[in-house]
């Protein structure tokens, strides 16, 4: 094995120690990879229990009540600033809280429930809904999934009731996407009592407004010359503690504060660290899945001015003679944007409601939200935005505004590259392991044939067996069908594609974007035939607006599957070679392909 292969090798084993613990029940996500439909975690469409909705109508009453009289999105992008009254206002209507134990003073909100409120301030302001993610979703996250009883008695108090904001401090110059490579050191002091930090921490929102920093370095792993990461709990009057860029200049969500900061010499107590000594990163990933949620939910509620700005628009404004949404090429965006939406919304309540149901892997089913509501509301204030025409292009328009905002969404919190290709690699694992179990008993017999037979005939069983997708309402027998129909299609092409590249695969972003694709496709189309069902069985049945639902979720799903269908075909019939050849050749790296030599013949 050459250097590069050792290293590859490691990068995998560390990866599988860190992903994949030991047996758990199967996700949804994965069981697409493996040609299966496990509806129990999208069906029935999940319901924030009853006993909780009166309190969350009236949360929502008055989060919407609180916002309508104190939120100025504009005035917020214009000063670069969200003003502290607001802060105090919004954690009086519980929003810094929302999911934290009553006995923390939180409101002990379902994740389904907090995603709802969310939602609702996603709709109005992104600069306040990325604080308030930044300090509850992420920020004291970590403190209340991992935390001591303790830790969490001195901590959250004054966290949960907004008298103290939090941040979550992951990113730095060595370590954005690549957020294993923390350089930020920890070293204990002789008397074991603390650590001290050193290194620098960039992009981190409500880093010099917040009293309490969940902060990632790397400590020495006892008994070895290795080093792992570990979450501490910092606060910014700790020596050492250096402010560098309080508020980093930017393009969208001006008003939140994002930072830079230094740790220099800096001396935390080892009461702090969070979690485990050296699972940090185990610790910021499943942090960062919770955050992801919200996103969806915040990006969902963004959506959701945009189709209500593009309708007003469309419906008022007259050219030719005819108001904008008498032309077919509008009607195409707002069909389009309403049908997305429907699926927003119900990919966000099937995703939270996985937390809160309790399955303990969900890090594909979120990453999957966050790429797909981040694109969609790229794609929705751009259609919104050039509905409005000119108009929308001056200060004085929110769409400017919500533009430049939406922008951070495909990067934060994992780039959507760095998701989708996430997605299909821990998807094709499952089926990977079963071939690979079978390929491993072929060449060496002896290690007896109990666990490849099985594997051979779950292989077999998902190739010949078209899952069921089961609905209770007769109309959507049809588009049942088709989706099991492409869950065996997707399974069977995700099988060609390891017979067909093996390993290297893991290096293909190509085919993985398309393996990826559809298995976000279905999962979003699993969430929205989950959703109808409920709306036609009567659950949300309300008059017009149920009507208009369901052209929308329809819509949906015939889009939706035009993409897994497009997305599988492409995976044989690509220009995918002259594409890297001729990224290649301006990139400077590598001779030339062959397809650049077959495009060279062309011309
Ligand atoms: C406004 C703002 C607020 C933020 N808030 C926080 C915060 O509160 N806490 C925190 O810890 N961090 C925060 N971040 C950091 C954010 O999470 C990172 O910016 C993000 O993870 C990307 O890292 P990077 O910017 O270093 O980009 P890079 O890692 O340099 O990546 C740049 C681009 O390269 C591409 N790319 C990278 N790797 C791959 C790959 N493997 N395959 C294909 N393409 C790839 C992607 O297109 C990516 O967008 C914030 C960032 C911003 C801009």
């Not at 209507?93 to 969310?118: D, H, N, W």
């Not at 990006?299 to 628009?313: I, K, Q």
């Not at 108001?323 to 119900?346: P, S």
Request: charged share 25%; aromatic share 6%; net charge neutral.
């Amino acid at each position: 094995m050459n250097e590069a292969e050792i290293q590859r090798q490691k990068e995998i084993k560390e990866a599988e120690e860190l992903l994949f613990t030991g047996p758990q029940a199967l996700g949804f996500a994965k069981g697409l990879f493996l040609g299966r439909f496990v509806a129990d975690w999208a069906m029935p469409y999940p319901r924030v229990p009853a006993a909780q909705q009166s309190e969350l109508d009236k949360s929502l009453a008055e989060v919407r009540e609180f916002l309508d009289q104190n939120l100025d999105p504009a005035a917020i992008d214009r000063a670069a600033d969200i003003p502290r009254d607001l802060i105090d206002g919004l954690a009086r209507v519980g929003v810094l809280g929302m999911t934290a134990p009553k006995e923390y003073g939180g409101r002990g909100f379902s994740q389904r429930a907090y995603c709802k409120i969310l939602e609702e301030i996603g709709a109005r302001c992104a600069s306040t809904s990325v604080f308030t993610n930044a300090h509850h979703s992420i920020g004291i996250r970590a403190l209340l999934l991992f935390g001591t009883r303790e830790q969490k008695q001195k901590w959250l108090p004054p966290l949960v009731t907004g008298q103290q904001l939090a941040a979550f401090a992951l990113t730095e110059k060595e370590a954005g996407s690549d957020a294993a490579n923390v350089q930020t050191r920890a070293e204990p002091s002789p008397d074991g009592s603390h650590y001290i930090l050193n290194g620098e921490k960039r992009y981190i929102t409500n880093a010099s407004i917040a009293q309490v920093l969940t902060v990632m370095a790397r400590t020495p792993v006892p008994g070895s010359d290795k080093t792992a990461i570990t979450a501490f709990l910092v606060t910014p009057d700790m020596p050492g503690f250096e402010m560098l860029e309080p508020r980093m200049e930017k393009v969208g969500i001006r008003g939140t504060a994002t930072g830079r900061f230094a740790m220099r010499d800096m001396p935390v107590p080892k009461e702090n660290i969070l979690g485990p000594l050296g699972k940090g990163l185990k610790v910021a990933l499943t942090v960062l899945d919770f955050g992801r949620t919200t996103f969806g939910a915040c990006c969902t509620g963004a959506a959701r001015t945009c189709l209500r700005l593009a309708v007003e628009h469309a419906n008022t404004r007259r050219q030719f003679k005819k108001t904008l949404g008498d032309f077919d090429l509008v009607k195409k965006k707002i069909g389009r944007m309403a049908a997305d939406l429907y699926a927003m919304e119900a990919m966000t309540a099937v995703t939270a409601s996985l937390i809160d149901r309790g399955l303990e892997d969900y890090m594909m089913e979120t990453a999957m939200l966050k790429v797909f509501t981040t694109d969609r509301l790229w794609e929705a204030v751009n259609d919104a935005f050039q509905i409005h025409g000119g108009s929308a292009y001056f200060n004085d328009s929110p769409l400017e505004r919500m533009l430049r905002d939406a922008r951070i969404n495909q990067i934060g919190e994992g780039s959507n590259e760095v998701l989708t290709s996430f997605i299909a690699l821990v998807g094709m694992r499952g089926p990977g392991m079963e071939f690979k179990e079978i390929h491993d008993t072929m060449f060496n017999p002896s290690r007896g044939l109990g666990k490849a037979w099985t594997a051979g005939m779950n292989r077999l069983g998902a190739a010949v067996k078209i899952p069921n997708v089961p609905v209770k309402s007769e109309s959507l027998r049809s588009q049942a069908s088709q989706l099991g129909r492409l869950v065996w299609r997707f399974n069977l092409s995700v099988n060609r594609a390891l017979i067909t590249y093996r390993e290297p695969v893991m290096d293909m972003q190509l085919v993985q974007e398309r393996i990826a694709g559809a298995a976000m496709e279905m999962f979003a189309s699993a969430c929205v035939i989950s959703r109808l069902d409920a709306d036609l069985q009567g659950v949300e049945r309300n008059g017009e607006a149920a009507a208009g639902n369901r052209r929308a979720a329809e819509l949906f799903l015939r889009q939706s599957f035009h993409r897994i269908r497009r997305f599988l075909s492409e995976l044989t019939d690509n220009e995918d070679e002259a594409l890297l050849g001729a990224a290649n050749s301006v990139l400077g790296k590598g001779k030339s392909s062959k397809a650049e030599t077959e495009l060279a013949g062309v011309s």
